[in-house]
Structure formats: structure tokens, C-alpha cells
């Protein structure tokens, strides 16, 4: 008996001790659950995260895109209201919100532009009303603010939050400040180095586009007061002139005209020297004032252009220039002319308009140069010059703009100030990039 007691004790004691190992593999395996399942939650969270990253750094991929794309048309744009147009659309792109852009031009007057969220075009106009608070205060520099959406409720329609961002700039303290503003308010550190960036951008484009303006002015000055200031009395003729600068957004050149009456002879000349800049202006100047002088010496027309090749050769040599000169004789209407690789002039008479058959190298290089070549100017007959600028177009052939000029010029008005102008409009010379000089003459 004490035998298979013994042994009772002894299984009892072995399946107390299974039952213990098995409730430690439980527990052991409850706590492996729990630990898988926060290493689940956590890789879970962490695959959010990872996802969100992902999500913020293809927006600001986006973004970074955007300011770069709008960067590039704030920088092509044409005119101020171009520009600002340009900078509130990619703000309001780039935020998906009402977006504001202003600044002034050199004038003094304040553009604004004004974008909604949903792309359609903006649109840029005047300013009107007192400025926003504390723009006017700027100082030079970029400033990143928060103000409160009610004060720019009657700028910045369907405002989303109750506060807007602006990113003011003023690039010198003489010059006025811009702003872009955008219907967004707490910007993290990166967006508002976007928004930062792209008033900067605005600023310096506007403040190139002064700078170019300005000194574009100060040369258009000092061309125009290298042309004759007057016209002389003409005697037996009747006498338009018209210089047209380039468009705004093209440099001045060298076109010129000369009228003058000389020892009783009327000296007509137009002229371009080659190039856009200040200096072809001056240069223009000079050839000008030269031809003078050497027709007051008594030379005639080939020998004058002879003159002024020598004087180019010898001091301008890295300068060419065209120059047409015709001297007519009051009382006959006997015309002598020379070509220094310009245009010939065209004559109208009797409902018809031909080019003169006179030419020659242009002016600067060393060759012989023809004579003088010698026609008479019909009573009621008209004599036009022009420089290149008329005819010569990126979108037409040279064959083409001429042959405009020549159409308009067949009929003849009683009025030639009326004339002239017919003859700038039919070639749109108000969008010529080249300047445009145009005499025209004729014999009562």
C-alpha cells in the first residue's frame, strides 16, 4: 500500500507542476500578445507618421514648384499689372486660398491684383481707399505677420479663417513696400519661407522693371533731344516728321532725321545707327551734328556719306550706321541723292508709290561708294523716308511690312499729318520693337 501511495503523491506532485508550466506558458504568451500588439499599434503609428511626412513633403514639393513656376512668370511679365496678376495667382495656387498682391509703380500709384481660390483669372487695377494698417511702415527688408481677417474683409472676399498672412517687402528705403496677403493664417515655418520668397520675388521683378523704366526714360530724353527741336520754314514744301520709340519693353536705338534748309537748298536725311542703347543715341547724335558740318562745307550727298564713312572709320570703328541724304533744289524740285545702306526713299505721285533706285554700303567699312544719284520731284509729288523700324517685324518678312507701307502710301491725303499717321498705323508701328524715324516731303 505504501507503494502505490507513493506513486499517487508522486503524479499528483507531476500534474501540479504541468499545470504550473502551463498557466507560466499562458502568462508568457499573453504578455507576447500584448507586446505584438503594441509593436502593432506602434508600426501602425509609425506607418501613419511615415505616410503624413510623405503627404507634407510632396506638398511642399508642390509648393516649392509653384514658387518656382511663378517666380519665372513674375519675372517674364510685360507691365506692372502683369506682374502683380502673375504673383497672386501662384499665391493663391500654392495656399488654395483668396490671395492680394500689390505694389507701386514709378509714378507713385498703388496696383493691387486680387485672386480667388478657386483659379479663376485674376485681375489687377488702382488702388483705392487708405492702405493697409502698418504696410506703409515697413521696413526695408521681408516681414512675416498674421493680421486679423475683418481688416482685409472688403480686400480679400470669402476670407476661410479669421485671420489672414502677409509677407510685406520693401527693397529700399526711398521705395514704396509690397505685399502679397493670402486668406491663411498660422503658417508653419515653411510656408511662410514660401510666402516670404515669393513677395521677394514680386519686389525685385517690380524693382528691376523701375530701374529699366527709368533709365529708359533718362536715354529716350537724351535721343529726343539730339532731333531737331524744330522744323525750318520750307519754302514751296510741305513737311511731317514722326519718331516713334520702341515699345516699352524694348531698349531705345539710334534712328535719326535731319531737315534742314542750307545756301537755299532743303537737306532731308534720315539715318540708324546700329544697336539699342544709350550709347547708339549718342552716336546717332554725332553722325548727326558731322552731316551738318559737312554739308555747310558745300559737298554734295556721296561726298558728305564719303565724309562721315571716314569719320566712323577713323573714331567709331566698331560702330555701323545707315544713312540716306537728298539735298532738293527749291525752285526746280531737282533732287541729288545718296545711300549709306539704308532704305531708299520711296516717291508718290500719281496714285502710285516706287522706291528711288539709290544705294549703297553702309556706313563704316572701307569701299567705294557710288555717286550721287539725281531725279526731279514732281509738283504735288511726296517724298518718304523711313528707318527699318516700320517694316521690319519678328511675325512678317521685311517684303511684307513694306509692302503695307507701300499700300498706304498710294492714297494721298490733302492733310499730310493725316498721312504720316495713316502710314505709322498701317504698319502698327505703336508696337514696333525698334524705334521708328519718318520724314515726309512734298513739292506744292
Known amino acids: 500500500m505504501d507503494g502505490v501511495e507513493h506513486q499517487r503523491d508522486e503524479l499528483t506532485e507531476r500534474i501540479a507542476d504541468g499545470m504550473s508550466r502551463i498557466t507560466e506558458l499562458d502568462q508568457a504568451h499573453q504578455a507576447m500578445a500584448a507586446r505584438y500588439a503594441q509593436l502593432s499599434h506602434e508600426l501602425a503609428e509609425t506607418n501613419r507618421g511615415v505616410v503624413a511626412l510623405y503627404a507634407e513633403l510632396d506638398e511642399q514639393s508642390r509648393r516649392l514648384a509653384a514658387l518656382a513656376e511663378t517666380t519665372l512668370e513674375v519675372n517674364q511679365a510685360a507691365t506692372y499689372g502683369d506682374l502683380l496678376e502673375a504673383a497672386v495667382a501662384g499665391a493663391a495656387r500654392m495656399f488654395g486660398a483668396p490671395a492680394l498682391a500689390s505694389a507701386c509703380r514709378p509714378d507713385g500709384a498703388r496696383l493691387v491684383a486680387v485672386a480667388r481660390a478657386d483659379g479663376a483669372p485674376p485681375s489687377a487695377g488702382p488702388w483705392t481707399g487708405p492702405p493697409p494698417p502698418g504696410i506703409a511702415n515697413t521696413k526695408v527688408g521681408a516681414v512675416i505677420r498674421s493680421e486679423l481677417a475683418a481688416r482685409w474683409a472688403t480686400l480679400l472676399p470669402d476670407l476661410p479663417g479669421e485671420a489672414v498672412s502677409v509677407a510685406a517687402v520693401r527693397v529700399r528705403e526711398t521705395r514704396p513696400p509690397g505685399f502679397i496677403a493670402v486668406g491663411v493664417s498660422d503658417l508653419d515655418g515653411d510656408d511662410a519661407h514660401v510666402l516670404r520668397q515669393l513677395a521677394q520675388a514680386m519686389a525685385l521683378a517690380i524693382e528691376a522693371m523701375r530701374v529699366h523704366d527709368e533709365e529708359r526714360q533718362v536715354a529716350l530724353t537724351v535721343q529726343r ?19 516713334v520709340p520702341a515699345s516699352s519693353q524694348a531698349e531705345i536705338g539710334g534712328d535719326f532725321y535731319e531737315l534742314a534748309m ?28 558731322a552731316l551738318r558740318a559737312y554739308v555747310i562745307e558745300g559737298h554734295g550727298p556721296a561726298a558728305v556719306l564719303w565724309q562721315l564713312n571716314r569719320l566712323m572709320v ?10 540716306c541724304l537728298l539735298t532738293v533744289d527749291q525752285g526746280t524740285g531737282r533732287v541729288r541723292a545718296a545711300n549709306g545702306g539704308h532704305l531708299p526713299p520711296l516717291v508718290i505721285f500719281d496714285g502710285k508709290a516706287q522706291p528711288v533706285e539709290v544705294a549703297g554700303p553702309l556706313l563704316g567699312v572701307e569701299v567705294d561708294r557710288p555717286d550721287d544719284v539725281v531725279f526731279d520731284l514732281p509738283s504735288g509729288a511726296i517724298l518718304v523716308l523711313l528707318t527699318d523700324g516700320l517694316v521690319e ?6 517684303d511684307a511690312g513694306l509692302g503695307l507701307v507701300l499700300d498706304a502710301a498710294t492714297a494721298v491725303a490733302d492733310d499730310l499729318e493725316a498721312f504720316a499717321d495713316r502710314l505709322l498705323a498701317a504698319a502698327d508701328a505703336e508696337t514696333s520693337e525698334d ?9 506744292r
Do not use: K, W
Open 225 to 243: 533731344s539730339l532731333l531737331p527741336r524744330e522744323l525750318p520754314e520750307t519754302p514751296g514744301f510741305d513737311v511731317s516728321v514722326r519718331y
Open 262 to 289: 542750307i545756301d537755299g537748298q532743303l537737306v532731308v536725311a534720315i539715318g540708324d545707327v546700329v544697336g539699342h542703347s544709350l550709347h547708339a543715341a549718342t552716336v546717332m547724335g554725332e553722325l548727326r551734328h
Open 314 to 323: 577713323r573714331l567709331l570703328p566698331d560702330e555701323i550706321a545707315t544713312v
Open 393 to 398: 517685324r519678328y511675325d512678317r518678312s521685311f
Open 435 to 443: 524705334d521708328i524715324a519718318l520724314v515726309v516731303l512734298r513739292r
